[in-house]
């Protein structure tokens, strides 16, 4: 089992370019176990693409990024093996439309060999039953809402047992009146100790379950701190600035 004294990731000197845009500019910090961490910040700030070369979704262009001690960014890595321990949850959730609802979330732990078929079934139901959508686990995703849709694909993350979850705006393409159900998923995984990586806009619930937040601006992580620290006595005039405006 993990070692619960180390980071699950280490981050060193990270950074992403797109042509001459330093997405991510020379970012270093640690994730650890149990840690709920929220990453906030204006438009074009680098957060999103800072989450995305956490799990090599972006190939970082130097740097390192380690995950449970092992460097994950380097030639011949297992990044198969590393990813079945990481969650993504998307902001438009990615679902695959053609297959009902308990095949999205059973097809990548067998297809993994990390359950087999009548394991990751048990523990969809399991799953389903507890977000109180197991009646919906033979329908498609054009037939579930959008709040819906999140949780299958929340569940369908923790359908693999992951160490931590990243989010990336997991609430930014629902409607208002559907947020607060995927904020009260997310809550309860923080309260189990899931460790998470949340890239959101929703500065309030940042302040309400967050374990440190993280201000990124111009792809640098510029202030980071407790929630309490954080909001309350901001020292970074950028940051007091975005906080004004939000």
């Known amino acids: 089992k993990a070692d619960l004294s180390q980071p699950v990731f280490r981050v060193r000197n990270l950074v992403k370019r797109f042509n001459s845009l330093h997405a991510v500019h020379d970012v270093s910090t640690e994730i650890h176990h149990g840690e709920v961490v929220f990453i906030v910040g204006p438009s074009g700030s680098g957060k ?19 995950f449970k001690e ?22 438009h959730f990615n679902l695959f439309p053609h ?9 990548a732990p067998v297809k993994t060999g990390r359950f087999t078929k ?17 009646e919906k686990r033979n329908a498609y995703p054009q037939q579930l809402s959008g709040g819906q849709k999140q949780r299958i694909a929340i569940v369908r993350s923790l359908a693999m047992n992951p160490d931590v979850i990243l989010f990336d705006e997991p609430t930014s393409a629902l409607d208002p009146e559907m947020v607060g159900e995927v904020l009260s998923l997310m809550k309860e995984l923080a309260k189990e100790g899931m460790t998470m990586v949340v890239v959101t806009h929703e500065i309030g619930f940042a302040r309400e379950i967050a374990t440190r937040v993280m201000f990124m601006d111009q792809g640098k992580i510029v202030e980071e701190g407790t929630p309490d620290h954080f909001f309350d006595n901001p020292a970074n005039p950028r940051l007091r600035d975005f906080f004004s405006k939000v």
């Open 70 to 91: 092992k460097q994950i960014n380097r030639p011949h890595a297992d990044i198969n093996r590393f990813r079945q321990q990481v969650g993504m949850v998307f902001q």
């Open 99 to 107: 297959l009902t609802i308990l095949e999205n979330i059973t097809l």
């Open 48 to 66: 999103s693409t800072f989450l995305r070369c956490l799990n090599l979704l972006e190939e970082p262009t130097s740097g390192e990024i380690w």
């Open 118 to 134: 009548a394991e990751a079934i048990a523990k969809a139901d399991t799953l389903l039953k507890r977000i109180g959508l197991y």
